[in-house]
């Protein structure tokens, strides 16, 4: 296993295990409800992009740590990590969102979202454009 996978890998895993302790710890979405007109609460839509957020970070660590301990490199794991630092991307932005208002914790919990799905991105993008010839199917 090439050096450079491992570094990449090891990489990708922390910005995951960043944005997780980010969303768990320092920057945590707010935990206020929605009060509905029949009476009912429902959960902001920034709690389940917190959700969407931790499992895809997880499976980011996941796929990182097959990287590392696999024998030889695979431009595959870049592919399904580029993708899902991606969807982490997207989900805090279009596919799901946080609150509009400027002023409600999860828009500091976005912020770090953009900055490690970013991290995440760069690295899967530096892995799968290096190493030697022939390694991206054609």
Not at 26 to 40: D, I, S, Y
Not at 59 to 87: D, E, R, T
Request: hydrophobic content about 55%; glycine content about 6%.
């Amino acid at each position: 296993m090439e050096k450079k996978t491992k570094m990449l890998a090891a990489i990708q895993a922390l910005a995951a295990l960043v944005l997780m302790g980010a969303m768990r710890f320092w920057a945590p979405v707010c935990q206020k409800m929605l009060t509905l007109e029949n009476g009912r609460e429902v959960h902001m839509k920034c709690f389940y992009t917190d959700r969407v957020g931790m499992i895809l970070a997880a499976l980011v660590i996941l796929v990182a740590i097959i990287m590392i301990l696999s024998k030889s490199p695979h431009k595959a794991f870049y592919v399904i990590n580029l993708a899902l630092g991606a969807f982490i991307f997207l989900s805090f932005t279009s596919i799901i969102g946080v609150c509009m208002n400027p002023e409600m914790s999860c828009n500091t919990t976005k912020i770090w979202a953009y900055v490690t799905s970013v991290i995440i991105m760069m690295a899967s993008l530096i892995g799968i454009f290096s190493g030697r010839d022939g390694q991206i199917p054609s």
